[in-house]
């Protein structure tokens, strides 16, 4: 899939190193000038040929109807020539590689630490009370905001509505167990296995700092 044939309106189209292409889903994500919007955004687009989700426009509804600033802002949807594509408002965020949240995080102390951690339970909480779950919480679904330090969540094209408690989903980000709601603890605190060998995150031990956040 070129993103140039998508529309004439867009121009400057950057692919986003490694969060860009999925060859899982077929999506390609990347940045580019938006001549309509006289702004720069970030387009998430599909052809459909290899999509095991949500298609993009189920997801660009589910994301309309959240209201949080940890949570990616989507401002159009499009089908254009069999390729569907969504705008989003978020080429100010960092791609959220796990090289790249070792290098934020080492420069945290643990109150920078706590804090964004909350900011993350926030939208945890939020999400819980809008019935929502995103079901793939990992280093490469949650981008980083450097002008606020706050976390911002995207992918939601495993999501779905369910109900659940404050109490499970505490519990399923607890480490120590494998679940799909702490993958990005378990990857920055080098729990997670596969990961185990790398470099750590933090000048300091998080796992205290982890589990003192989701007791409060």
Known sequence: MVPGKISDRFSDIKIIPGNGYSPYTGNLVFKCYDSYLNKNVTIKASDGIKNVHKTIRQEYDFIRRLNHSCIIKVLEYKFKDGVEYMIMDGTHLEAGRRERWRKIFLTFDEEMTTIFLRSLMNVFFYLQKNGVLHEDIECANILYNPMTAEPVLI?????????????????????????????????????????????????????????KVLNE
């Open 155 to 211: 992918d939601f094209g495993r999501s779905s509505y369910k109900k659940y408690s404050k109490e499970w989903l505490i519990d399923q980000l607890r480490l120590g167990k494998s679940t799909k709601q702490n993958a990005f603890f378990r990857e920055i605190t080098n729990a997670s296995g596969v990961y185990a060998t790398e470099p750590p995150h933090f000048n300091f031990d998080v796992k205290p700092v982890i589990d």
